[in-house]
């Protein structure tokens, strides 16, 4: 979903502030205490830019609420990513241009820089779908690598990051000329603390809050592959508004309980305080999921999502919800809501027939069109299902694997739908 990107007030001033803001203070302590030709003094920022902008990709990294609901999740994943890389450019030419004759300043600093070099490379390749949501090679040597290194391997190398910062501490401390500046040396542990402290938060003390706990109390099968489970929410839990989705993880589970894995809301009970998620067989973990029993103890971090703003913001337009394969499952809680008060057309693109297990939901809602479409679709198919009147002025919202939405909306862009009335979801990060 990485490059679904909004621009908007918020998502400008939160790269300003991340790209800028941030380093300013700690550049401006280490300059205003250097002795040095002025070239040096650059190459020293470079590096010292180069750690903040790790240390702000790491805090990102914990995915703030307050944050996604500002500039969106894909936003902020893009900004996580867009600092890992301008962090290895900026220590890259810290790296080349400067020199030491302290061996543990060469040493760490070396150390940390190739550490960074293989995380950042590694995640855009193996987390990202920089290259592999377009280049179908790659993905394919990606689905093929998955099956070696799982996905929760890739995210566990991935955290070699906090090697790379405990050897930037080092390196920075061993400096003499840099060490002996006593309040810049404060400022960058008041930095760092900041950084480490808001993910250990994130992962050791915010997951036991009683409104991120909930339970499985339904697991029905809809297809051999494709399961349908409810969750009761803890009575303090914020309910998730339609199309939003959360980070669940399963306790107990073998591998589901260790790393978090994104689902879509697929319906909401507000009277039981009750979400539905609809769960399709995707790789070795979603593969077991008829086997999670009712009564097992779930973790759920969000809702995430920016689905409902979109909607509102295009208060006069008609909704036009496409879904391919486990991509439908958001559509469903968002044609429900809005059912009776927009129109609404859904387009359920499949692979199987047998995948349309949403289709009677969708035809007994008032108001809805639902039309079904095996495989891939052309300019031709959509203009067959999708009047004219909706293809002008229709909110497009697209949900499913990253290949598919990108492919479906050139589709569309051909029919004429514009760029500002299409919204989507990648299901994968
Ligand atoms: C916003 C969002 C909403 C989603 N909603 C649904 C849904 O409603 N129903 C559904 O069936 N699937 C949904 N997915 C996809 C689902 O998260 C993956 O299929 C699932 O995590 C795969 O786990 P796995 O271990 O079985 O497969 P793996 O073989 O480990 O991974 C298969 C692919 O899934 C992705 N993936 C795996 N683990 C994660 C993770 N922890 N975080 C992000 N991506 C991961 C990776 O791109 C990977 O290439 C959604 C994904 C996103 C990003």
Redesign the pocket.
């Given at each position: 979903?990485m490059f679904h990107v909004k621009h908007s007030v918020a998502t400008v001033l939160a790269w300003v502030l991340c790209l800028v803001v941030l380093p300013l203070p700690l550049v401006r302590f280490l300059d205003a205490g250097l002795v040095d030709a002025p070239q040096r003094i650059l190459v020293t920022d470079l590096g010292l830019l180069a750690y903040v902008w790790w240390l702000v990709a790491t805090a990102l990294s914990t995915r703030p609420l307050w944050l996604e609901r500002a500039i969106g999740?894909p936003s902020l994943y893009f900004l996580h990513g867009v600092l890992g890389v301008a962090a290895l450019i900026s220590a890259g030419l810290h790296v080349l241009f400067s020199t030491t004759f302290h061996a543990l300043t060469r040493v760490t600093g070396l150390s940390a820089w190739y550490i960074e070099l293989f995380t950042v490379l590694a995640a855009i390749v193996?987390?990202s779908?920089w290259i592999?949501d377009r280049v179908g090679w790659m993905r394919r040597f990606?689905?093929w690598w998955?099956?070696v290194i799982?996905?929760?391997v890739s995210?566990w190398i991935h955290r070699l990051n906090f090697v790379a910062i405990a050897l930037i501490l080092i390196h920075i401390s061993s400096i003499p000329r840099v060490n002996r500046l006593t309040g810049f040396i404060i400022v960058l542990w008041i930095y760092s603390a900041l950084s480490l402290g808001t993910y250990a938060w994130a992962k050791f003390v915010a997951p036991v809050a009683p409104s991120r706990q909930g339970t499985v109390v339904a697991n029905t099968t809809l297809t051999p592959s494709?399961w349908q489970i409810g969750i009761a929410l803890d009575s303090h839990a914020r309910l998730p508004q339609p199309g939003d989705?959360y980070?669940i993880s399963f306790h107990g589970v073998p591998?589901?309980s260790s790393?978090?894995?994104?689902?879509?809301?697929?319906s909401l009970d507000r009277a039981k305080h009750t979400v539905t998620?609809?769960?399709?067989?995707?790789?070795?973990?979603?593969?077991?999921m008829g086997d999670v029993p009712t009564g097992t103890s779930v973790l759920l971090e969000g809702p995430?999502?920016q689905f409902d703003k979109e909607i509102e913001r295009h208060a006069d337009s008609p909704l036009v919800l496409i879904g391919m394969?486990?991509?439908i499952?958001?559509l469903l809680g968002i044609a429900q809501t809005w059912a009776g008060k927009r129109q609404i057309c859904v387009l359920d693109i499949v692979s199987r027939k047998a995948d349309l297990y949403y289709a009677r939901d969708f035809e007994s809602l008032t108001g809805v069109e639902f039309r079904s479409h095996l495989h891939r679709v052309t300019a031709e198919d959509v203009r067959q299902m999708v009047n004219p009147d909706l293809l002008a002025r229709g909110l497009f919202i697209v949900?499913g694997p990253?290949a598919g939405v990108i492919g479906t909306e050139y589709v569309l862009r051909n029919c004429g739908v514009a760029r500002n009335r299409l919204c989507d979801?990648?299901?994968?990060?």
């Amino acid at each position: 979903m990485m490059f679904h990107v909004k621009h908007s007030v918020a998502t400008v001033l939160a790269w300003v502030l991340c790209l800028v803001v941030l380093p300013l203070p700690l550049v401006r302590f280490l300059d205003a205490g250097l002795v040095d030709a002025p070239q040096r003094i650059l190459v020293t920022d470079l590096g010292l830019l180069a750690y903040v902008w790790w240390l702000v990709a790491t805090a990102l990294s914990t995915r703030p609420l307050w944050l996604e609901r500002a500039i969106g999740l894909p936003s902020l994943y893009f900004l996580h990513g867009v600092l890992g890389v301008a962090a290895l450019i900026s220590a890259g030419l810290h790296v080349l241009f400067s020199t030491t004759f302290h061996a543990l300043t060469r040493v760490t600093g070396l150390s940390a820089w190739y550490i960074e070099l293989f995380t950042v490379l590694a995640a855009i390749v193996f987390l990202s779908g920089w290259i592999t949501d377009r280049v179908g090679w790659m993905r394919r040597f990606r689905r093929w690598w998955e099956k070696v290194i799982t996905h929760e391997v890739s995210v566990w190398i991935h955290r070699l990051n906090f090697v790379a910062i405990a050897l930037i501490l080092i390196h920075i401390s061993s400096i003499p000329r840099v060490n002996r500046l006593t309040g810049f040396i404060i400022v960058l542990w008041i930095y760092s603390a900041l950084s480490l402290g808001t993910y250990a938060w994130a992962k050791f003390v915010a997951p036991v809050a009683p409104s991120r706990q909930g339970t499985v109390v339904a697991n029905t099968t809809l297809t051999p592959s494709t399961w349908q489970i409810g969750i009761a929410l803890d009575s303090h839990a914020r309910l998730p508004q339609p199309g939003d989705f959360y980070f669940i993880s399963f306790h107990g589970v073998p591998h589901f309980s260790s790393v978090a894995h994104p689902f879509s809301v697929s319906s909401l009970d507000r009277a039981k305080h009750t979400v539905t998620f609809t769960i399709h067989a995707s790789g070795d973990l979603t593969a077991r999921m008829g086997d999670v029993p009712t009564g097992t103890s779930v973790l759920l971090e969000g809702p995430f999502g920016q689905f409902d703003k979109e909607i509102e913001r295009h208060a006069d337009s008609p909704l036009v919800l496409i879904g391919m394969g486990a991509g439908i499952a958001p559509l469903l809680g968002i044609a429900q809501t809005w059912a009776g008060k927009r129109q609404i057309c859904v387009l359920d693109i499949v692979s199987r027939k047998a995948d349309l297990y949403y289709a009677r939901d969708f035809e007994s809602l008032t108001g809805v069109e639902f039309r079904s479409h095996l495989h891939r679709v052309t300019a031709e198919d959509v203009r067959q299902m999708v009047n004219p009147d909706l293809l002008a002025r229709g909110l497009f919202i697209v949900v499913g694997p990253a290949a598919g939405v990108i492919g479906t909306e050139y589709v569309l862009r051909n029919c004429g739908v514009a760029r500002n009335r299409l919204c989507d979801e990648r299901l994968t990060m």
